[in-house]
């Protein structure tokens, strides 16, 4: 079986693609945004890149840093079409199966080639893009054009299997499944409740992401509740790396700030899931976070807004973790997390209960059989 997969360039994509290392298919990665060198993480995949610019210029890094609107006005006229380049690599192709991860960024640029055609498409959704789809941009007769090609889809929670089919979708549903795939959990990693210091915030910013309003709210919390207590940020945006700098409290605090650019390997963030006492992340829209997930799974107690009521398919409020009920109130979430940081008890039950949970329903495991047969069942039910 062929496979051409078309995604940005995303931890979360590479952890599904390998899923698929030992199935002895071949697998294509489109990357839809010509992002950066390929990928080591999946090495084994026939990465399609480089199709983007006509001339690699000299100096064009340097223009592209000093120059910012020279450099737009050049890209103008050298860069390809993204359509014509996918259109290229599908007829060099000639894949069974077209599996398009995100709507806004993968979906929409393919949209006119593969309306061309009939290969089986597969979409995934991620995040906001059933959702939140028309704040991206996306009007509704774009989402309802693409949701009539879209032969496949797969949610990362039930509430966009909902949304989809109320706004149009009518083809077949293929489940429900993390981003990333699943689960692997390492049991030496996960600290005991009395191990844990440390209260882990993710620190997107970015009209989505509202980490702000967590810093806001920790400045607010009381000094003895935060005693010996360590706040790292990770994935910060610039602005959240300037509030730090900007606010006496908080920089007063023991606080390390991890900026989004420079990425932290999983394996080491959910190291950190695993001797922290508190995840807190906070956003106007989202599905369901796949950090959420791992931080569950490594018992950390999560604090977590609940755009949608999607996050509340797998939090019950005040039993395995807290839900911000108005991400833009940081009285709400500061008093989430003093609520936390004293009920020792009530963090207790819901490590036990939420690395259990994620073990019998998010194990990469088991759904990684569910998700080579999901592909076979595709392919053969279009031969």
């Not at 597969?122 to 009539?148: A, H, R």
């Not at 806001?216 to 706040?231: F, G, H, M, N, Q």
Request: hydrophobic residues 35%; aromatic residues 10%.
């Amino acid at each position: 079986m062929k496979i051409l997969m078309v995604a940005i360039p995303n931890h979360h994509f590479f952890q599904w693609v390998n899923q698929l290392k030992e199935t002895g298919h071949d697998v294509y990665w489109f990357d839809v945004t010509d992002g950066g060198s390929k990928s080591p993480k999946i090495k084994w995949v026939t990465q399609i890149k480089g199709w983007k610019l006509k001339w690699d210029f000299p100096l064009r890094s340097t223009i592209k840093k000093k120059f910012p609107k020279l450099y737009k006005s050049i890209q103008k006229v050298n860069e390809k079409d993204v359509s014509i380049a996918f259109k290229k690599a599908l007829d060099s192709i000639q894949p069974d199966i077209v599996h398009c991860f995100e709507m806004q960024l993968s979906g929409l640029p393919i949209l006119p080639i593969m309306e061309q055609n009939t290969i089986p498409l597969i979409y995934s959704s991620w995040g906001s893009d059933v959702f939140y789809f028309k704040q991206l941009g996306v009007s509704t007769e774009q989402l309802q054009n693409f949701y009539k090609r879209a032969n496949y889809l797969i949610t990362d929670c039930k509430r966009d299997y909902q949304l989809a089919t109320k706004n149009g979708f009518k083809n077949q549903f293929s489940g429900v499944f993390p981003g990333n795939g699943g689960l692997t959990i390492d049991n030496s990693k996960i600290k005991t409740v009395a191990n844990r210091t440390i209260i882990l915030i993710k620190g997107y910013e970015d009209g989505v992401g509202k980490a702000s309003k967590v810093l806001e709210a920790l400045t607010l919390v009381s000094a003895k509740s935060l005693k010996d207590k360590k706040i790292v940020v990770y994935s910060a945006d610039k602005a959240i790396i300037q509030q730090v700098k900007q606010s006496k409290v908080l920089s007063n605090l023991q606080i390390t700030v991890h900026p989004r650019q420079q990425f932290i390997q999983n394996k080491d963030l959910l190291t950190l899931m695993g001797k922290s006492c508190i995840h807190i992340a906070n956003s106007i829209s989202d599905g369901m976070p796949n950090a959420l997930l791992e931080a569950m799974s490594m018992g950390s107690f999560p604090i977590q807004s609940n755009p949608g009521q999607v996050t509340e398919e797998v939090i019950g409020h005040n039993k395995n973790g807290f839900l911000i009920s108005n991400p833009l109130d940081q009285k709400e979430i500061a008093l989430h997390i003093t609520n936390a940081l004293q009920n020792e008890s009530l963090r207790q039950q819901a490590q036990d209960f939420n690395v259990n949970f994620m073990k019998e329903h998010y194990n990469r495991t088991t759904l990684q059989t569910k998700i080579e047969a999901l592909y076979k069942t595709i392919y053969t039910k279009n031969l």
